[in-house]
């Protein structure tokens, strides 16, 4: 590399565009703008969900019901299902929370609601979050016992 072979760095600015200067530009005449409309003219701001007077999209849609911010939702236990994993050896005779979760019978983080849906004939002792009147009065006919937990 010689002195007389450096050349001057290339500039790292782009040049502006200068529009309506001209045919010979590209973007002489209409100034890339195309042909007439609203978007052609100046100091036009159209939105971008604007659809040009038509009905818009988030009005189109039909909107109804009401979604409770402050629901609780349960996951349900049949007492035939209790009674099963319990005869299958899965589940013993005092069921917690945590033994519901490692049978994969509830999922993790989940409340639980026991529903009297099939028969049961052990004596079980279980936790739930909540029990239906019918699914307790089983459990207890059977001398088992059920604790609601909050």
Known sequence: MKLHEIKAP???????????RGQGSGLGEQSGR?????????????????????????????????????????????????????????????VTIQ???DARLIDKNQKVKLLANGEIDKEVKIEVHACSDSAK????KAGGSVTIIS
Do not use: C
């Open 99 to 101: 033994n519901l979760i």
């Open 34 to 94: 195309g042909h007439n409309g609203q978007k052609s003219r100046s100091g036009s701001k159209v939105k971008a969900w604007f659809e040009g007077g038509q009905m818009p999209l988030q009005r189109r849609i039909p909107k109804f019901g009401f979604k409770n911010p402050f629901r609780v939702s349960y996951q349900a236990l049949n007492v035939q299902k209790l009674s099963d994993f319990i005869e299958a050896g899965v589940l013993s005779n005092t």
């Open 137 to 140: 009065e089983k459990i207890e």
């Open 10 to 20: 290339t500039k790292n600015k782009k040049t502006r565009k200068r529009v309506g």
